[in-house]
């Protein structure tokens, strides 16, 4: 946390978004101030006792493991209109959520998530970034259709 703290001061991103409960906890004790947090109140599957924030707003969104729903995008995307700090608590999997975040975030937003037994991961938003994403959910878009 400690690289990644400095790394956020030198770079000054134009939001922090984090998708998971123990990266959103771990990044919040170590005194980041993270914008958007999004949440399962699980980890690896597994049920934990909900992280304590102080957030301006939470919202919910139904998300099954394995998708992504509109409901969860929309999510997203009203927390990212707005300028307080918010919480989305999904009903469901958060794991696959990182990929909207990153095609909905404003220009140079840093995406943190954890990889489990890994560490933490950042995405700082960009073109590229965003292509990426894109060809993902594209793929999976067109799996699913088989």
Do not use: C, H
Not at 15 to 32: K, Y
Not at 62 to 85: F, H, M, S, Y
Request: hydrophobic share 40%; net charge neutral.
């Amino acid at each position: 946390m400690k690289r990644l703290k400095s790394y956020i001061a030198k770079e000054n991103p134009s939001t922090i978004i984090s998708v998971g409960d123990i990266v959103s906890q771990n990044l919040v004790e170590s005194g980041i101030s993270v914008d958007i947090l999004i949440v399962d109140n699980k980890t690896m599957r597994k049920t934990i006792q909900p992280i304590t924030v102080e957030a301006q707003q939470t919202l919910y969104a139904k998300n099954p493991a394995g998708t992504i729903t509109d409901e969860a995008w929309d999510a997203i995307k009203q927390a990212l209109l707005g300028n307080v700090r918010t919480k989305i608590v999904i009903d469901g999997e958060e794991d696959l959520l990182t990929l909207v975040t990153v095609l909905s975030a404003p220009e140079d937003a840093f995406v943190v998530y954890g990889q489990p037994k890994v560490g933490v991961v950042l995405v700082k938003v960009t073109d590229e970034s965003r292509k990426n994403m894109r060809r993902i959910v594209d793929l999976m878009a067109d799996s699913s259709k088989s």
